[in-house]
Each structure stands twice: as C-alpha cells, then as structure tokens.
C-alpha cells in the first residue's frame, strides 16, 4: 500500500477537520484507505421509479418523479415539523423532515421536477416518505453512479451532523475521483487468472458505484475472497513455519501401557468418534512433525478418555505430560478421574495449582526435573519459571479458550524440541470460525455422545409460572437429586445482577427452608476459600441447591445434579446457555434444563429461547449463534485475542468462499512452502502490509 492511502481522511475534499473526527470516532475511519474500505451493506435499485397512486407502506426504498408544494409546519414547539405535498399525475403524498428544516424550504422551489428517493413509512396512520433523498434531475449525474446505490451504515450522530449514506456516497466518489488511478493488483496475477477474478481496482470501483449487478456480483466475490484468502494464508503460514522449524518428538511405540490399559482397564467400549480421534492423534505422535491439534467435543462427549489414551503414548515413548486446566476446581476433578486409570496402571500422577503446599510442590518440582514423575496435572501454577521438565512430550490444554497464546508459549520455552499441543474444548465452534480462529491448528471432533445418555429435557417458563417450577425442583429433591440456579451477571449491570441473587437467593431459602433443605450460594465476591467450599459441600451432596452466578465451572462434572433452572435466560447468549445446560445430564437419571425469562422478550432473545428448547446439538447451536450475533461475539473469539472484524466477508454467510480460500491458499505454499517464487513476492508483501495496518492481523501470530 502505499502513502496516498494512508493519508488522512480529513485532507480529502469534502471533508475537513470537523467530519474527519465525526466519521473517525463513529466509524473508525482515518484515512483514504479506511474510508475505501468501508463497505456498503446492501445496494438498492434506482433505475425503477414508482407513481404516487402504487406507493404502500409495504415497500422498501423507492423512487418518484413529481413536483412539491404547500410546505406548512405542524406540530407544537418542542415536535415541530415540516410538511409538504409530492404529487405526479397519478397523486400524491406528504414528505416529512423534523430538523433540517429552513435548508429544505429555501432550496426546494415549487415549480421544479424532482426525484424523491426514501422508505415509506407510516406516521400518525399516514404514508410518508420521511427525510426523503431528494435530486434535481437536470443535474449531471456524476460519471460514477449507476442504477444500483449503494447504502452505508452511519449513526445518530454522523445524521444529526448531515453525514448521511448519501453523504458518505459521495466521500467515496471524491475519492475514488481521486485514487482510482493508483489501486493496484494485491493478488499475484496467476491466480486472478485461475479464478476469473476482476482486478482490484474495477473491485473496489464497482463495490461502491456498481455499473450493473454482474459486476457487482464480481466485486463482492472478489473483495470477500481476498480477505479470506489473506486470514487463510496468513494462519497457514505460519503453520507451515512451525512445521518447517519445528521437529516433533516421533512416538512410535504402542506400548505396554497403552496396551494393558486398552485391553483390561478400558471401563466402557470407545464410541467411533473417540477411536477416530485417538487415530487422528496417534498419526500425529508418530509422524515425526509436532502436533498442534484442537479436539472439540461437546461436553460429555469423552474427552478425558482421549487424553488418557494420549498421555499412555507419550508415556509408553518415555515421554512426560502435562495436562493443564484453567481453574483448581476442574484440575482436581481431571486428577480424580485420571488416578482411577493410574492406580490400576501403577502409574505416577501429581497435581500442582497454586494450593499446592511448598514441601509437596519442592518434591513435584524435583521428580519433574528427574524424570520420575511422567505426568503432573494442574493450573497456571505449571506455566511458573520454576517448573521445568526432564523430557515434557505431550502438553494437554483444557478449555483452551480461557488459556491465552501467549501463556500456551511459555510452555514452549521449558523444552529444547517443542512438546506436542493437544486443546481440548467443549465450545463448540461452526466450522467456518475454526477455521479462522485455529485455523494454524488441525481440528479433531468428537461428534458424537456414549450411547445410553439421556438427551437433556429443555423447557422455558414465564417468571409468573415459578411456583410450578419450584414444585418440579421439590420432586426432583426427593428423588435424590440436585439442582443448579444460575444468574447472570452482567459487568455492566453487576449491582442490580447482585441484588438479582441476593432477592433470589433469599426467595429460593424461602422456598426451600431448613432442615429439609439446604441451599449453597456461589458468586465471584466471595474469597476463593469461601467459594471452594461452597462449591465443594453442593459436589460432596451436603446441599441440594446451588444458588451462583456463572462461576460455575466449564467442565465441573457432578452426576447427581440433574436441573439447571437459569434466571433471566433471556438475558444470557447461546452458547453461554448451552455450556450451563451441559453442567448437568452426566448422570443416569433424566435432566432438565429450565429457561426462567420475563415475557417481554426481543425477537433475537426469543430465537435463543427457541433454538435451546430445540436442540442439544452445540454445533448446530453455534452455528446459529454465529448467524445471529456474528464472530465479534461468538465465545471463544475475545478470550483468544482476536476480535474479529471482517470488513465485508462475513462468517456466517461466506463459508463456501472461505474454504475455497482456504483451499488456494494450501495449494500454493505447497508449491511453494516458504513463499520465495517471484511471482508470490506479491503476497509476501500484503501479507506484512496487513499484519502491520490492522490491528486484528498482529495479533494472530
Ligand atoms: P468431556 O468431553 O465433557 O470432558 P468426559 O470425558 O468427562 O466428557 O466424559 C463424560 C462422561 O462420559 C464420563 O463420566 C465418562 O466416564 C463417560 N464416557 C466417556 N467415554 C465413554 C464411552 N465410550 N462410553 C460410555 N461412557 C463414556
Ligand atoms: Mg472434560
């Protein structure tokens, strides 16, 4: 790119220091190359024109030619508003504006023909074009437009300050005016050759002034295209370089361990999807490239079995492992589950999180180091400058999303070869965002539950339908079962989400009394002894209610709690809904899942509502979760460090381009692994342009 583009917005003509701010604090735009970028969201057709006598409130935007007259203020002072009469000789109908007022009367004269350009709508039960676009037909179009317009999105503020989508279209056409010349090709040239692709500049041309809808069809493909292509590249890439640079420990023994334990200790038979996966991993382990592997799986799906299965390989090659978890609750818990499986193996296991007391953490420290303890299982406390490792081989991350890249490195530095990466996580994640958000790693998923699971009931109730709801909880005790209540809490909101669960709280004490019953309450004011035995007595059954917010831990495994009732479910996302349903459905009796929402609810909320009472599917729940909210949203997305901010592909929709792109971009650095063919010199420069212009590309590496 070069400096014309980088040049600030407000030395463009018609804009100036005032509108510069104005469009940089709405719209992040700074400069030529921002505001070039800034997309329209959807185009409308202006070749059509309507007459007076077909306009209804059903339309979307159209279009008149006809005459104004008898301009006249209504309203009382505050509401005041200017009213006039278009007419054709079919009829007519009132134009409206609430500010803009004297402008309008002094430039609209009543003899003219005009072209009224604006969405019906209806005000105090009549049809108006409200603050209609309005043209002089006998002025020279510019050479720029066509019978396609393209609409921006702008804000109250750019509005109330005249920067309108008309506005905003004509920045693009000084701009363009100004620029067109210097757009040059940012895609080699054997590839718009391969993929019929019109050259950038007719692109950008024709994605802001489309000449007709062929064209812009081949703008949008291309622009989308090259975006993906370049999120693609980038990620495999740097793949490539690991590969490259990095040997992996080859594990090519199936050794005794893995052996005894598959033929005499494996508690259940492996669903397919789990000996797929183990496949996948074993492949991996032996193929002598580190692998760096995302294992998803929806919770309950088995993933701790597919780690034990991988740390017996590692150990079998005399390699050490370590499997961390982002909270002490969940690392105990994977403990717990993994000494079952050692203990028959009479294998070693140690669990080091901050907790861990000094003499015991000296020992751990010190059989590391010596090699005597192959694998240890803990929290952040494991990434500390003073755990080092005789031989680590196999890292397991659980929960990956809650782990940062930059901690997962530190890792790294404890060994002279880089140990093999396997990320567990129970978000389930659409395909489209994998591949944009791991798309550096390879992707293993367990799509598939251990047979005999009853799928969770989900059922949604009205706040005034509680007293029916405590009745089902009631039964639900006697039978021996236990119950989560969940609250949100919003940062935002978080005294009045305190307050919630407090009132809450003190109505479910109420509800339920002593000794009956017992109530245990969770919530991130608490200190972490209080929380850890709160949470802890409601695990050992001693409470058979537990009143929290979110903190419930991702993964926390208690088989006799069979109802999650979430409070305001309304107010939660998808995917936050669906991993607190998957807290409970781990034992053996039939689970509930209870959506506690007021009635008012938005058309999105009741979509979520709808899509949980639907499905347990989490693939199929964030894949409309995606839909709805777009990436920038999707959980998993801000904890990773990438917001994304896709300019005009988007990830909900442009999946097939996305993995066409995908597909380029894997084809050519097979050819071409390190990017050094001449004619590829192309994509190693935008690729350094982007990671040092934009703000989302710097930190994916
Ligand atoms: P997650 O993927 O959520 O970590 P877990 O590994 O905790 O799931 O497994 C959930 C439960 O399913 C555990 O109680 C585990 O023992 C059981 N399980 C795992 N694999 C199988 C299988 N193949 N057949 C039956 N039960 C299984
Ligand atoms: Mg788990």
């Known amino acids: 790119m070069n400096d014309l583009f980088q040049q600030d917005i407000k030395f463009l003509t018609g804009v100036g220091p005032k ?20 997309f329209p969201y959807k185009y409308i057709d202006r070749s059509k024109f309507y007459t007076c006598r077909q306009v209804n409130n059903d339309l979307s935007y159209i279009q008149l030619r006809g005459k104004i007259r008898n301009f006249r203020m209504e309203g009382q002072r505050g509401r005041k508003r200017l009213v006039a009469e278009f007419y054709d000789k079919e009829g007519s109908i009132s134009l409206l504006w609430f500010h803009g007022i004297k402008w309008i009367k002094d430039s609209i004269s009543e003899d003219r023909e005009y072209i009224v350009f604006g969405k019906p709508s209806i005000y105090q039960r009549q049809i108006h074009l409200i603050h209609p676009e309005i043209d002089d037909p006998s002025k020279k179009e510019g050479k720029l437009s066509s019978g396609l317009q393209a609409l921006y999105s702008t804000t109250e503020k750019l509005k109330t300050n005249y920067i309108t989508s008309k506005t905003i279209q004509k920045l693009q056409q000084n701009l363009l005016e100004k620029v067109a010349g210097q757009i040059h090709e940012t895609i080699p040239v054997y590839l718009v050759k391969k993929l019929n692709l019109i050259s950038r500049k007719e692109a950008l041309i024709n994605i802001h ?4 809808a062929e064209l812009l069809k081949k703008a949008s493909f291309r622009l989308k295209f090259e975006e993906l292509f370049y999120i693609q590249l980038n990620l495999l890439k740097l793949k490539t370089n690991r590969e490259i640079k990095f040997k992996g420990y080859i594990f090519s023994k199936v050794g005794e361990h893995l052996n005894n334990f598959y033929h005499h200790y494996l508690p259940f038979s492996l669903t397919e999807a789990q000996k797929r996966v183990i496949r996948e991993i074993r492949t991996d382990l032996g ?28 150990l079998d090659n005399g390699y050490q492992t ?20 050692t203990k028959k193996l009479d294998i070693e296991i140690s669990l080091l999180t901050g907790s861990t007391k000094k003499a015991e953490r000296r020992i751990i420290h010190e059989n590391l180091q010596n090699g005597r303890l192959s694998i240890i299982v803990g929290t952040h406390a494991l990434i500390e400058e003073t755990v080092l490792f005789k031989n680590l081989g196999l890292v397991i991350i659980d929960e990956q999303h809650r782990f940062g890249v930059a901690q997962r490195s530190k890792l790294w530095k404890k060994n002279i070869h880089p140990p093999h990466i396997l990320v567990m996580t129970a978000t389930p994640i659409p395909r489209t965002l994998a591949m944009t958000l791991y798309g550096d790693l390879d992707v293993s998923v367990i799509d598939e539950l251990p047979p005999g699971r009853k799928p969770i009931k989900t059922l949604h109730y009205f706040d005034r339908q509680r007293n029916r709801v405590f009745g089902f909880i009631r039964k639900q005790i006697e039978a021996g079962q236990q119950i989560f209540i969940v609250y949100p809490l919003i940062k935002e909101s978080e005294k009045m989400d305190y307050k919630d669960l407090e009132d809450g709280y003190e109505s479910i004490s109420r509800a339920f009394p002593p000794p009956k019953y017992s109530v245990s309450v969770v919530h991130g004011k608490m200190k972490p002894e209080e929380k850890e035995a709160s949470m802890q007595h409601f695990i050992a059954g001693r409470t058979q209610i537990m009143v929290a917010t979110t903190v419930i831990e991702v993964g926390v495994d208690i088989p006799r709690a069979s109802v999650m009732v979430i409070e305001s479910a309304e107010r939660f996302g998808l ?13 053996s009796a ?5 959506l506690m929402s007021s009635v008012k609810l938005s058309n999105e909320a009741k979509k979520r509502l709808q899509t949980m009472v639907r499905t347990n599917d989490g693939f199929e729940i964030a894949e409309v979760d ?6 920038g949203d999707i959980e998993g997305t801000q904890q990773s460090g990438i917001a994304f901010n896709l300019k005009i592909a988007s990830l909900g929709q442009d999946g097939q381009i996305l993995q066409y792109a995908r597909n380029m971009a894997e084809q050519i650095l097979e050819k071409d692994p390190g990017l050094t063919h001449p004619e590829n010199n192309i994509l190693v420069s935008r690729l350094k342009t982007l990671k040092n212009t934009s703000n989302n590309w710097s930190v994916i590496s």
Do not use: W
């Not at 995606?626 to 990436?631: D, I, M, Q, T």
């Open 19 to 38: 509108r510069a701010e104005l469009l940089n604090k709405e719209l992040e735009i700074s400069t030529f190359h921002d505001l070039l970028t800034y």
């Open 209 to 212: 002034f489309p000449a007709n």
């Open 287 to 314: 193929s002598g490239k580190q692998m760096n592997r995302l294992l998803q799986g929806d919770v309950g799906s088995g993933k701790t079995l597919v780690a034990f299965m991988s740390i017996l390989i590692a």
């Open 322 to 341: 370590c499997l961390m978890a982002p909270t002490e609750i969940l690392a105990r818990q994977h403990l717990t589950t993994l000494s079952k499986f």
């Open 575 to 587: 995917s936050q809904l669906h991993q607190l349903r998957g807290r409970v459905g781990r034992g």
């Open 590 to 594: 039939q689970s509930y899942c209870v």
């Open 626 to 631: 995606l839909k709805l909210r777009g990436p």
